[in-house]
């Protein structure tokens, strides 16, 4: 099955610094890549997703790229701020099988004001 | 505008209960599913649905049983708690990829313990 390895496990910036946030994954029939952002005590919700036909989309200040190659995807947040601290995972799956996603463990994500 | 009801918030339970999850969905989606959260594990898949009465086992259906007889509604069963199933349990659920799939929409969880 897929397996999504997520990297770093925690990352603090200084607010208004960037921040990079990477994952591979092994299936490589997977195609769709989606990012959710988990803030404290509440649910996941998906910020930015990509297809295996993109290599980058931006939405605003967060952005993600995608390297079919060598299999892996991250995620960028330009000028951070204090809003943007929770955690972050990242996911893959397949279009068939529901869908159904495999999850990187999450990286927590502290912006410092 | 919530759109994925867990029905409960916080549930304690004795070993050896037999446990129900309730999850409802209002947005029409085929696609539902059952996760947990543990930390330093981030989200383990344990059963699917993709249609009305059918399911699938995720990566760990063990202890875990899933009923689906409703299109808007996914229930988790605990045949027999025991205390590493103590966790916090998300259901979601999913367009399917010919309908546009844009990732999961969450429900707010159901933090169980079992003593």
């Known amino acids: 099955g897929e397996n999504v390895e997520q990297h770093p496990s925690t990352l603090s910036v200084q607010e208004g610094d960037s921040a990079v946030i990477k994952c591979t994954y092994s299936?490589?029939?997977?195609?769709?890549f989606p990012w959710y952002k988990q803030e404290l005590g509440k649910r996941p919700q998906l910020i930015i997703d990509?297809?295996?036909?993109?290599g980058e989309k931006k939405d605003q200040r967060i952005a993600v790229t995608l390297n079919k190659t060598a299999k892996h995807f991250s995620l960028h947040i330009t000028e951070t701020q204090p809003e943007d601290s929770a955690v972050y995972f990242c996911?893959?799956?397949?279009?068939?099988?529901?869908?159904?996603?495999?999850f990187g463990d999450g990286t927590t994500l502290t912006v410092k004001p | 505008d919530v759109k994925v009801t867990q029905s409960s918030r916080y549930l304690v339970k004795r070993t050896g209960e037999k446990v129900f999850l309730e999850c409802v969905q209002d947005?029409?989606?085929?696609?539902m599913f059952w996760y947990r959260q543990d930390p330093g594990l981030g989200l383990r898949l344990i059963y699917f649905?993709?249609?009305?009465?059918?399911?699938e086992k995720g990566d760990i259906p063990e202890g875990y049983s899933v009923s689906r007889e409703k299109k808007e509604r996914f229930s988790l069963i605990l045949e027999s708690a025991s205390t590493n199933q103590t966790s916090m349990y998300l259901c979601?659920?999913?367009?399917?990829?010919?309908?546009?799939?844009?990732?999961?929409?969450f429900g707010s969880g159901t933090r169980l313990t079992v003593v």
């Open positions: 990509i297809r295996s036909n993109v």
């Open positions: 996911a893959a799956s397949r279009g068939t099988n529901a869908g159904k996603s495999t």
């Open positions: 299936d490589s029939a997977s195609n769709y």
């Open positions: 947005m029409d989606h085929e696609n």
């Open positions: 979601a659920s999913s367009l399917p990829t010919g309908r546009g799939l844009r990732g999961y929409t």
């Open positions: 649905s993709y249609d009305v009465k059918m399911k």
